[in-house]
C-alpha cells in the first residue's frame, strides 16, 4: 500500500512564511521537513510552494523551526542531560540541491554542513520572532525555576543577549512588528499573571490589571491591528475569551458571539492584518475549524470536515495554512481556501465541497488544494451507554461484522481519542480489523467530572467503563465471532492489563506499549518528576470490591489470554523495569493455561518511551499488528465469573482537586 509520511512537531517561522516538522521514514528514523509556502525565498520566488527533506537523524526529542531568512534551526537534546546541540541549516543553490524528490536541506544532503552550537542549559526551546537580525529566541528554564530568553544569531551561530524572569513563562506573544516587545504569563506564588517584556533594554513589568475582570491566560495577539486575545473572565469566575486593550488602564470586552460558539475554543492564529482569526473548536473527540471576523464578531465555519487540527497553524499573505489530520489521513499542512490576500481561483474552486479533503498528494508535500477522490474519512464517533452514563469513542470499521475487533485504550491518563490519525490504529484497520478507540471515564475534554472521576481511584471507574463495553460489542456481535482484543499505551496499558484480570474469558489478545502495574508501584519506581504527578493526583485507598488493590503484579494469575508487551529500556517516563516485574509475575503464576495463552514481553534497547515511533519502529509495529489479528477461534466468549464484583466507581478514596498533565517526555509541537 502506497502511504502517506508520518509529520509531527509541525512549527512555523515569526511571519509564517516557512514551515518545517518531522517526517518519518519506512523504517521509523526522523528527518527534517522544510516548506517555502509562499515561495518568496530564492531559488523558488514566484513558484509553487516548495519542500525539502534532510538526513534520517532526529528523534522525537529534536525541535525543528524555520527561520524568516529560509533557514532551518533544529534542536537536539538528551532527556536529563542539560546538553543539547544547535544546528542551523541553509538551503542549497537550485543547481546544487534540485533532486527527483524535491530538493534537500544544506547540511543534511546537501553541499554544505550546518553551523553548530552545544548549549548547556537545563531546558531549552525555540519560539519564532525577534529583533532584527534575530534567527528566533532560545527559552531556558533554570534549574532554580527562572526563565532565561536569550537571541539565536548567525555567523557564528550564538545565543546572546540574556534576559532575566523570575518564574517559568509559557508562550511569547509579539505586541509589536519590530519583534522586541511580547507579552506572556509569568509563574509566581499565586499562579501566573500576564506581564510584557522588551528585549531592547531586557526590562519586564506586569500588565495593568483589567478594571472590568482578570486575566487568566494569554491567548494569541496580533501587533498589526493590536489584537490581544485572552481567556479571562468578568469578574463571576466564568472563564471566556476577551479583547484585551492594553493602555494605563487595561480593558477587556466579551464578544458575544465568539463566546457562544459550542465547545472548547483556541485561537490558533491571526491574518497579517489582524482582523480574522482562526479558531479550533472541539467538542469531545470531535473538532471543527473556524473563521472568525473580529470587528464584526462573526464565527464561521472553515470549508473543512470535522477532524483533528494540531494547536499550532500559519497565516501568511498566501493563506492559512492548519495541520489537519483524520483517522485514515496522517497530519500534514492544509490551504485553507478562501484565506489568501490574493486568492488563487483554481485553489479556492477546489474546496467548494466541504466535505472532501485531501493531504499533499505530490512527493514535495506541498499544502494541497486538492480534493479527496472518494470524499471523507471513513471514522465516525459513537456513544456507548453504561451504567453510570454514557461516554463517546472513536470507531473505525464495522465493529459488528469485523472478523477482529480491537479496543484502544489510550494514556495519559489525562488524554482522549480524537478523529485525528494513529499510525497503529490506521495500520489495523488497513488490515481488516475494526477499531473502537473510547474516551471512558478519566478522559479529558467531557468537562471536569468526567476527567476528574478517576482521581484518587485509577483502574476504579475507568475499568468498570471497559468493562461494560466489552460485553456491549460482544453482545452486538454474531455467537460464533472471536472476542474483542486489547490495546494500551502507558496508562491505557496499566488499564488493559487490569481489564484481562477482571474478565479473564472476555477477551482473546492484549497488547501493552510502556505499562506500569500499579500507581502505588510507579511512585516507588519512577522519576521525581512522575512520582509528584502522581502525588497531585491522589493514590487514594483500595477499592472495596472483589478485585482489591489495582496491583498487576498481584492479579497476574488472572490473566488467561495471549499477551505482548513492548517497553523501551531507555523509557524516561515508565521505567522498563515494569514490565520485567510483569514478566516475572507472568512466569510465577505458571500452570496449564500458560500454554494456551503465551505471553512475551520484550525490552527494545535504545527505545524510549514511543518505541513504535523511533527508529526499528516499523517492525515492532509489524508485529503488533500481526499479533492483533491473528484469530485464535478457540477462545471462549465467557465473561468473568458471576461471583466477581468490581466497583463501578471510586470507594474510599482521597479525592483531590489536582488537575495535571499527561505521563509523557514527547511534547510534539514545542510551545
Known sequence: MNRRPERISFRFSARSRFAACLVATADGALAPGWWDLDGTHPPYAGDPPRYREGAPAETTATQVLPTEDGGLLRLRGAAGSGRHLLLLSRPAPASAAATATGTSLAGTRGPYPPEELVVEARGLRLVPGGPPGTLALAVETTHDGRTRVRRVRATPLRLSDP????????????????????????????????????????????????????????????????????????????????????????????????????????????????????????????ARLFLYDVGADRPRPAA?????????????????????????????????????????????????????????????????????????????????????????????GDRRTAPT???????????????????????????????????????????????????????????????????????????????????????????????????????????????????????ERSSPAVRALIDRHGLGEPPDDDLGPR?????????RVPLLALHGCDDPVVPVDETRRLRQALARAGGPQRALAPHDCLDIPGAGHHPLQERGGAGLTDRLVSFLTARAPDRRRTLAPPELTVADAAVRHRRSPAVFGHITHDERTPP
Do not use: K
Open 405 to 523: 475487533v480491537v479496543v484502544a485504550l489510550h494514556g495519559g491518563p489525562e488524554d482522549h481519542w480524537t478523529l485525528g490519525h494513529d499510525p497503529v490504529l490506521a495500520r489495523l484497520s488497513d488490515a481488516g480489523a475494526a477499531v473502537v478507540a473510547p474516551n471512558q471515564r478519566g478522559s479529558t475534554g467531557y468537562g471536569r467530572a468526567h476527567a476528574e472521576a478517576i482521581h484518587g481511584a485509577w483502574g476504579v471507574p475507568d475499568l468498570a467503563d471497559i468493562r461494560s463495553l466489552v460485553r456491549t460489542l460482544t453482545e452486538q456481535r454474531p455467537p460464533d465471532a472471536e472476542p474483542p482484543v486489547l490495546l494500551g499505551t502507558s496508562y491505557g496499558g496499566f488499564l488493559a492489563l487490569l481489564a484481562v484480570c477482571a474478565d479473564p474469558y472476555a477477551w482473546a489478545r492484549c497488547a501493552v506499549i510502556a505499562p506500569f502495574l500499579s500507581a502505588r508501584g510507579l511512585r
Open 304 to 396: 473543512l470536515p470535522p477532524g483533528a487540527f494540531h494547536p499550532v497553524a500559519g497565516w501568511s499573505t498566501g493563506g492559512l495554512r492548519v495541520v489537519y489530520a483524520t483517522p485514515d489521513r496522517p497530519a500534514d499542512l492544509v490551504t485553507v481556501p478562501d484565506t489568501a490576500a490574493h486568492p488563487d481561483p483554481a485553489s479556492t474552486a477546489a474546496h467548494l465541497d466541504p466535505t472532501s479533503y485531501d493531504a499533499p498528494s505530490s512527493s514535495l508535500g506541498a499544502p494541497s488544494n486538492t480534493p479527496d477522490a472518494d470524499g471523507t474519512s471513513h471514522a465516525a464517533t459513537e456513544w456507548f451507554a453504561t451504567p453510570s452514563g454514557r461516554f463517546e469513542a472513536v470507531v473505525l
Open 551 to 559: 496491583d498487576v503484579e498481584r492479579l497476574a494469575h488472572r490473566i
Open 163 to 286: 534576559v532575566i524572569l523570575p518564574g517559568r513563562v509559557t508562550a511569547l506573544l509579539p505586541l509589536d512588528g519590530t519583534g522586541r516587545r511580547y507579552a506572556t504569563d509569568l509563574e509566581g506564588p499565586d499562579g501566573y499573571r500576564p506581564v510584557s517584556l522588551d528585549l531592547r533594554d531586557g526590562t519586564w513589568h506586569a500588565l495593568p490589571s483589567p478594571a472590568n475582570g482578570r486575566i487568566h491566560r494569554l491567548l494569541l495577539s496580533a501587533p498589526a491591528s493590536g489584537l490581544l486575545l485572552t481567556a479571562s473572565d468578568p469578574g463571576d469566575g466564568r472563564l471566556r475569551i476577551a479583547h484585551a486593550t492594553l493602555g494605563d488602564r487595561t480593558r477587556l470586552s466579551f464578544p458575544d458571539r465568539l463566546n457562544s460558539l459550542d465547545g472548547a475554543v483556541l485561537p490558533l492564529a491571526a491574518d497579517p492584518a489582524g482582523e480574522r482569526v482562526a479558531l479550533r473548536v472541539t467538542r469531545g473527540a470531535r
